[in-house]
């Protein structure tokens, strides 16, 4: 079993949509919560990072972490193309970083 | 600020042969840590440096190795090509290593491809 999973999709919306992107992990020992979005050919690039369980906004994005059932969500509102990515869970202890696999988001005008 | 700036963008090479992928982080990063990215596997950790020192390395075979210089550039080198090993290599810096709040900067990969 990997130490991150994520559903890879691919996952399409209509611009304006809620997306809802989601891991699961099975270590307990992590300690920070990243989001990251990569497009195509380009490297990933910090969306947000969490440290405690909850919630934590930035625009039109929230990061949610629930450590108790070991899964982390990233929420888009208002999706517009420009979203339309890769996205890549990613996890840390001490100064290891385990990346789920990415879920590919297209946003359609 | 430049980015992390990786080189060359583009090869192909076939089985057998070697390969050297260079990374320069940014101004100032003193860790590099270098990933391989493919469609089913995702990112995988191959190795960290710090100080010209390795810190972790991952669960890739000893035809994987990488260096550090004095100004924090680093390289790493597959020796003897599997066709398997055609993936996206991605350096990442970051200020010090142990800095724990997600703050890996990605250059945009060399794309290797193993014929």
């Known amino acids: 079993q990997k130490e991150v999973e994520q559903d890879p999709g691919p996952l399409s919306v209509p611009e304006g949509a809620i997306v809802s992107l989601n891991c699961t992990y099975s270590?307990?020992?992590?300690?920070?919560f990243m989001w990251y979005r990569q497009y195509s050919r380009k490297g990933p690039e910090l969306l947000m990072y969490t440290y405690s369980s909850g919630n934590k906004e930035d625009g039109r994005f929230t990061a949610q972490v629930d450590k108790s059932s070991k899964y982390i969500s990233l929420f888009i509102r208002d999706s517009q193309p420009s979203d339309s990515a890769t996205y890549l869970c990613a996890m840390s202890k001490g100064n290891q970083f385990y990346f789920g696999t990415g879920t590919s988001l297209t946003v359609i005008p | 600020k430049a980015g992390v700036t990786q080189t060359p963008r583009y090869l192909i090479k076939t089985r057998g042969q070697q390969v050297t992928l260079s990374c320069s982080p940014i101004s100032g990063h003193r860790s590099v840590s270098w990933y391989q990215q493919t469609p089913g596997q995702g990112l995988q950790f191959l190795f960290e440096?710090?100080?010209?020192?390795?810190?972790n390395k991952g669960n890739f075979p000893g035809r994987f190795s990488g260096r550090q210089f004095s100004n924090s550039r680093s390289e790493m080198n597959v020796s003897t090509l599997e066709l398997g090993d055609s993936a996206l290599y991605l350096c990442?810096?970051?200020?010090?290593?142990?800095?724990?709040?997600?703050?890996?900067?990605f250059g945009e990969g060399s794309r290797l491809t193993v014929l």
């Open positions: 270590n307990s020992a992590f300690q920070y």
């Open positions: 990442a810096s970051s200020l010090v290593p142990g800095q724990n709040t997600g703050e890996l900067f």
């Open positions: 440096y710090f100080s010209e020192t390795q810190r």
